[in-house]
């Protein structure tokens, strides 16, 4: 993970003498905040004085003039807090410490001030949504945070949430939204699944066929009997490269990174369809079209020079507008190789290059799309299935979700010295099922009811597994959920689907297995429900209706 260190290590905000600061103090605070996730320390001084909201969080104009100071400031106000930063009497304090966790960070509340410590600005985000989650009133029913102190640190780097605005489309706005959901747990990697069988979904000025063509279909399946299409068109719909980039400076006011994904070489029929000289169009019956189906489809990209000239292109344009995406997706799961083992072309490229099956021209993707981000200073991060057929470069990221492949490929990735990302389908599918379904035929999931995963099960999933070296756990980098859409046809429903959970995703990848209790967490999501209702989340509640 890079981390955006300042260079210098040292004191660059002002820590005031207490003399100089003006007191805010409360009336007594009663309630204890339930943080979720929950921090590794936290004492609270309930029953006494805390720190008054009712005139908001005056900034010492040394913070205002720092460059971390500002950061703050910012990352305060986007969580929320009523943080005024010209003002001039020092309640909040900023302070830079070592630390070899980045994310690490001290709060200490108490009657007169706010002081922050913090190993880099990684940690300002997750320290503000703690002092956001900690607003209260006090016993004169004005606002305030209880005197309180905190220290903290993730056990996971790269906390993440996929959206496939793919299979059904997904707004701006329900984007930010579920943006801001994952900003308050503390989750910080939005994995934006762009580009699939069933749509193209974002604006490619070098190839505009992609969104003319790719991005609507003639039908999609019921939600109703996934065998069966609805018989209507879809309008066209994608997210323009304005569009984009709002969604991209959003989520990083809120510290959230968004790590787009474009698959190469399989699911991507749509592209295909819009540029059919990219597929094996060689191959008897080739008839590409934006897909009307689920599942795995068998159009792939050709291993030609069109086809890296295209990726080439799309993936400069993909670069310009996630600056801070350190890894760029690249897909890779589910490829099927028919076509290349009935393409006359594919057959002799494949004798030409010494590729011995076609596993082999995956493998040849994969290395290429490496080189490729390697050009633009980026890492890729591919599904499981890249490490199948051979080696990958060695910073090639492994996004671990095939939980039944045995040998077990978070094992043979970690052996392979690749950092992981989990995101297993056996716990972190959050298109599946949670247990007993609302009436409303619309909550129907996708798969198998079989494969329950509420909250709990969620939340029982422990990423640090057992017989790792300490070499191996440095490469345990993240955790993450994917909601694929097949079945989530609205914002609705994909609020319903994630929340609470993202919940139980946060804590997994914030707090230890060890330090971690079910029953105690219950008590923490339910706290957390006039939240949700403030926010107008359609959650599920504990016997599985929707809130909203
Ligand atoms: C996947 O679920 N095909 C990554």
């Given amino acids: 993970m890079s981390s955006m260190r300042f260079a210098t290590k040292v004191v660059i905000a002002t820590l005031l003498s207490t003399s100089q600061l003006w007191a805010a103090p409360s009336a007594p605070v009663h309630t204890?905040?339930?943080?979720?996730?929950?921090?590794?320390?936290l004492q609270v001084s309930t029953g006494q004085a805390g720190f008054s909201l009712t005139e908001g969080i005056k900034v010492h104009y040394s913070v205002s003039r720092s460059e971390i100071g500002r950061a703050a400031v910012r990352a305060l106000m986007a969580a929320g807090l009523p943080v005024l930063p010209e003002e001039n009497t020092g309640e909040l304090t900023v302070q830079l410490v070592e630390h070899e966790n980045p994310e690490w960070h001290r709060i200490c509340v108490t009657p007169e001030h706010i002081s922050l410590q913090i190993a880099d600005e990684q940690a300002l985000h997750s320290a503000a949504q703690t002092l956001a989650q900690s607003m209260t009133q006090a016993a004169d029913s004005t606002p305030a945070l209880p005197a309180m102190l905190v220290e903290d640190a993730p056990l996971l780097p790269y906390r993440g949430l996929?959206?496939?605005?793919?299979?059904?489309?997904?707004?701006?706005?329900?984007?930010?939204?579920?943006?801001?959901?994952?900003?308050?747990?503390?989750?910080?990697?939005?994995?934006?699944?762009?580009?699939?069988?069933?749509?193209?979904?974002?604006?490619?000025?070098?190839?505009?066929r992609?969104?003319?063509?790719?991005?609507?279909?003639?039908?999609?399946?019921?939600?109703?009997?996934?065998?069966q299409g609805d018989g209507t068109p879809?309008?066209?719909?994608?997210?323009?490269?304005?569009?984009?980039?709002?969604?991209?400076?959003?989520?990083?006011?809120?510290?959230?990174?968004?790590?787009?994904?474009?698959?190469?070489?399989?699911?991507?029929?749509?592209?295909?369809?819009?540029?059919?000289?990219?597929?094996?169009?060689?191959?008897?019956?080739?008839?590409?079209?934006?897909?009307?189906?689920?599942?795995?489809?068998?159009?792939?990209?050709?291993?030609?020079?069109?086809?890296?000239?295209?990726?080439?292109?799309?993936?400069?344009?993909?670069?310009?507008?996630?600056?801070?995406?350190?890894?760029?997706?690249?897909?890779?799961?589910?490829?099927?190789?028919?076509?290349?083992?009935?393409?006359?072309?594919?057959?002799?490229?494949?004798q030409q290059n010494n590729l011995r099956h076609t596993g082999q021209v995956q493998h040849w993707f994969t290395h290429r799309m490496a080189e490729l981000m390697a050009t633009h200073g980026r890492r890729i991060v591919g599904w499981d299935e890249i490490i199948d057929d051979g080696a990958v470069p060695a910073d090639a990221v492994v996004m671990?979700?095939?939980?039944?492949v045995r040998p077990c490929s978070l094992r043979r990735a970690l052996r392979a010295g690749h950092d992981v990302i989990q995101s297993p389908d056996s716990h972190f599918y959050f298109n599946f099922c949670q247990g007993k379904l609302p009436a409303d035929p619309r909550y129907k999931p996708h798969g198998s009811l079989s494969a329950q995963q509420d909250w709990r099960h969620v939340y029982s999933y422990n990423p640090i597994p057992a017989n790792i070296t300490p070499e191996q756990r440095r490469h345990l980098i993240g955790l993450q959920a994917n909601c694929w859409s097949e079945s989530i046809a609205n914002g609705h429903k994909l609020e319903y689907q994630c929340v609470p959970r993202i919940c139980a995703l946060a804590e997994v990848a914030w707090r230890p297995a060890e330090l971690r209790n079910a029953d105690e967490f219950?008590?923490?999501?339910?706290?957390?429900?006039?939240?949700?209702?403030?926010?107008?989340?359609?959650?599920?509640?504990?016997?599985?209706?929707?809130?909203?």
């Fill in 210 to 227: 992609l969104t003319e063509v790719g991005s609507h279909r003639s039908e999609t399946p019921t939600l109703a009997n996934h065998e």
């Fill in 162 to 208: 996929m959206l496939d605005p793919c299979r059904h489309p997904q707004t701006v706005d329900e984007t930010c939204k579920m943006l801001q959901i994952m900003a308050r747990y503390k989750l910080n990697r939005l994995h934006w699944h762009l580009a699939d069988d069933q749509g193209w979904r974002i604006e490619i000025k070098s190839y505009p």
């Fill in 32 to 41: 204890a905040p339930a943080i979720i996730p929950q921090p590794l320390q």
């Fill in 234 to 350: 879809t309008t066209p719909f994608y997210f323009t490269q304005d569009e984009v980039r709002h969604v991209v400076a959003y989520a990083n006011s809120l510290g959230i990174t968004v790590i787009p994904e474009i698959e190469v070489p399989g699911h991507s029929s749509a592209a295909i369809a819009a540029y059919p000289e990219l597929g094996n169009s060689d191959i008897p019956g080739y008839a590409p079209r934006v897909a009307t189906t689920w599942g795995v489809l068998p159009y792939t990209y050709s291993p030609k020079p069109a086809t890296m000239q295209f990726l080439s292109s799309v993936f400069a344009e993909i670069c310009e507008l996630f600056p801070r995406a350190e890894f760029i997706h690249i897909g890779g799961d589910e490829a099927p190789r028919d076509q290349w083992q009935k393409s006359a072309y594919a057959r002799d490229f494949m």
């Fill in 522 to 548: 219950l008590q923490r999501i339910i706290a957390h429900y006039p939240w949700f209702d403030a926010q107008q989340i359609n959650y599920r509640r504990e016997d599985g209706s929707p809130a909203r």
């Fill in 400 to 404: 671990y979700w095939r939980s039944w």
